[in-house]
């Protein structure tokens, strides 16, 4: 997007917002939302023919999910983490105003809970691929060039990406048109220009991957692939299976090696390049400090908090022990429309040069997304201190839709 293309998106976005005031402009450490009540809320707008008011859009300022209780007594299930008042990057971003992280979307939250069915189908995943008649063609090209001493491949750029051609953009278990499918293949771009060097990470000791494996050798055939995955320790459950925490960063980068055939298909070795390794490590070490510099990653942790919610409230049926219908989020309808955007299907490649050992260059980009909800839900361990945080969270409940701890 261009300067004045993100200026207008701000400036569209930030009309008619009214100043935050009262406890929702504080930054609370344990902030509890109601299902039920977000329900009725919508409702209501509906009925008074007015749109779903911000707070709702925005989950109340929530940052993360870490707590999931079940109120019999209301029939309700709620969600529960820390939350801060929020606002609009010049970029378009909207970040909590301490922290500077993604603030949640009611949109993602609603996407999750749908796509449990068909994400035990086929999974959630991402990936931007490198098509076999590309990576052909690009060989066939690179064989005719030969570098005099001192000259850069990079003179040869626009040819490449000629050659290269378009990557195609793989999607599962999501709508393609839902902000949430958008956010994976944001967050999968970004970070392949993040591991090439094409986009500065602002964090220090995460440089690109391309800049540790400067010195190293690396054969043609092979080619680097990360892919971010989630990152959670066992789930935190209490002895009746009515309060439940989640603990663990969210998100972590993974990587292995691609063998590239003669006819340009790339199939799985399950090696690892040591270079390839140490940039997945430093970027999960540096997670968090990336997802304040870089919004998109937060999003990404927040997509991923929101699938094991959604798979948890499934898999142990936390909706049925409240006697709660969902309909309105797990069904598709009018009464809640979601804004549809257009997930490009391809994009156009990018390239970075660097000199490895031997003087040869290294010309390299792959990656992907995948959220596996149920992996995470299946591993569980009772936590006995967990029915305490549950009455104390419950105790005194707002008529409001959230409330704080």
Not at 154 to 183: C, H, K, N, W
Not at 204 to 217: C, D, P
Not at 310 to 317: D, K, P, R, V, Y
Request: proline letters at 4%; charged letters at 25%.
């Amino acid at each position: 997007a261009t300067v004045q293309e993100l200026q207008e998106l701000t400036t569209a976005m930030e009309q008619g917002w009214a100043p935050l005031a009262g406890d929702i402009a504080k930054q609370a450490n344990m902030r509890m939302v109601s299902l039920r009540g977000i329900q009725n809320a919508i409702m209501k707008a509906n009925k008074e023919g007015r749109e779903i008011p911000r707070d709702v859009q925005y989950l109340a300022g929530l940052q993360r999910i870490e707590y999931v209780f079940v109120d019999k007594e209301k029939n309700d299930v709620i969600i529960a983490g820390p939350a801060e008042p929020w606002k609009v990057r010049p970029d378009g971003f909207v970040v909590g105003t301490v922290t500077g992280r993604a603030t949640m979307r009611l949109s993602d939250l609603v996407i999750a809970l749908r796509s449990v069915e068909s994400a035990r189908q086929e999974g959630i995943s991402c990936s931007i691929e490198p098509t076999a008649e590309g990576r052909l063609r690009l060989r066939k090209m690179m064989s005719r060039i030969t570098l005099r001493p001192g000259q850069n491949p990079a003179i040869y750029e626009a040819s490449m990406r000629e050659a290269f051609g378009p990557q195609t953009i793989q999607l599962t278990g999501v709508p393609t048109d839902s902000r949430f499918a958008r956010t994976m293949v944001a967050a999968d771009y970004e970070m392949k220009r993040v591991a090439m060097g094409l986009a500065p990470s602002q964090v220090a000791g995460l440089s690109s991957y391309l800049e540790m494996a400067k010195n190293s050798a690396h054969a043609s055939s092979q080619n680097p692939r990360w892919w971010m995955a989630c990152d959670y320790d066992s789930l935190g459950k209490s002895e009746d299976g009515l309060a439940w925490k989640l603990s663990g960063q969210g998100v972590k980068t993974m990587t292995e090696i691609d063998s590239i055939s003669r006819d340009g298909t790339a199939s799985q070795t399950g090696r690892k390049d040591k270079f390839a390794q140490e940039w997945a490590d430093t970027m999960t070490e540096k997670y968090s400090e990336l997802s304040r510099r870089m919004p998109i990653f937060s999003d990404l942790q927040n997509i991923m908090d929101m699938t094991i919610v959604a798979t948890l409230i499934s898999q142990e049926g936390l909706a049925q022990k409240a006697n709660l219908d969902l309909n309105l989020f797990t069904v598709k309808s009018d009464d809640l429309p979601l804004s549809t955007y257009v997930t490009p299907k391809a994009v156009d490649p990018q390239c970075s040069f660097i000199r490895g050992r031997g003087g040869k260059w290294v010309v390299t980009a792959s990656g992907g997304v995948d959220i596996n909800g149920f992996e995470v839900v299946e591993n569980q361990r009772t936590d006995t201190s967990l029915a305490k945080v549950c009455s104390t969270a419950l105790a005194g409940t707002s008529d409001n839709w959230w409330w704080d701890k």
